[in-house]
């Protein structure tokens, strides 16, 4: 299977900040990669697909790149409505994986 | 609008079975590719098993192969989760999710808990 490794675990930042989070890939998966949201006892929302798409609805300041082995997502200034677990997600092969999860919280 | 709802979900002895159902309703189900994907307490999310529109194809998570079916009705719009010789760590809260093309889990449903007590 292929593994998906995100960092940081955690990230504390406050109301304006830029936000990146890395996910890597343990093998290329071209541009097969999306990126979720979930908020505490809610289902994921799909933010990104295709690595960079962003998907009908979500605010513009989201943003996804890369392709290959290595993938970033950028929420270019953070809003109290995005402190939440952010998780990536490879559907290079039929197995998906998902990334172990980045919580961003409030500094 | 675009709605999946599942149920089924309880409380099963280990070694025991049970069938979680997602209904869908607001697109045509019988074009849409679905998966089933479950997130333990306190942990991240795992894909457990996918489903072709017409159920040609279907494949599962290593975790679960030989213990769990996934099956449709596309006259019900349903999407269905056979699960058997269910063990501790199959505790989850499991979602049914869509794909469409090139895109996965656009649409998810809110989830139904399996709880199983060794």
């Known amino acids: 299977d292929i593994q998906m490794t995100q960092s940081p675990s955690t990230l504390s930042a406050s109301v304006g900040d830029r936000v990146t989070i890395t996910c890597r890939a343990s093998?290329?998966?071209?541009?097969?990669l999306a990126w979720y949201q979930q908020k505490p006892g809610k289902a994921p929302n799909l933010l990104i697909y295709?690595?960079?798409n962003l998907e009908s609805g979500v605010p513009s300041r989201f943003s996804g790149s890369g392709s290959g082995t290595e993938f970033t997502l950028t929420i270019s200034s953070l809003q109290p409505d995005d402190f939440a677990t952010y998780y990536c997600?490879?559907?290079?092969?039929?197995?998906?994986?998902f990334g172990q999860g980045t919580k961003v919280d409030i500094k | 609008e675009v709605q999946l709802v599942e149920s089924g979900g309880g409380l099963v002895q280990s070694g025991g079975s049970l069938r979680l159902s997602c209904v869908a309703s607001?697109?045509?189900?019988?074009?849409?590719?679905m998966n089933w994907v479950r997130q333990a307490p306190g942990k991240g999310l795992e894909w457990v098993s996918y489903?072709?529109?017409?159920?040609?194809?279907?494949y599962y998570a290593d975790s679960v192969k030989g213990r769990f079916t996934i099956s449709r009705d596309n006259a019900k719009n349903s999407l269905y989760l056979q699960m058997n010789s269910l063990r501790a760590e199959d505790t989850a809260v499991y979602y049914c999710?869509?794909?469409?093309?090139?895109?996965?889990?656009?649409?998810w449903g809110q989830g139904t808990l399996v709880t199983v007590s060794s």
């Open positions: 607001g697109f045509i189900f019988s074009s849409f590719e």
């Open positions: 295709k690595a960079s």
């Open positions: 999710a869509r794909d469409r093309p090139q895109v996965p889990f656009d649409f």
């Open positions: 997600q490879q559907y290079s092969s039929y197995s998906r994986t």
């Open positions: 489903i072709s529109g017409p159920s040609r194809t279907t």
């Open positions: 093998q290329s998966i071209s541009k097969w």
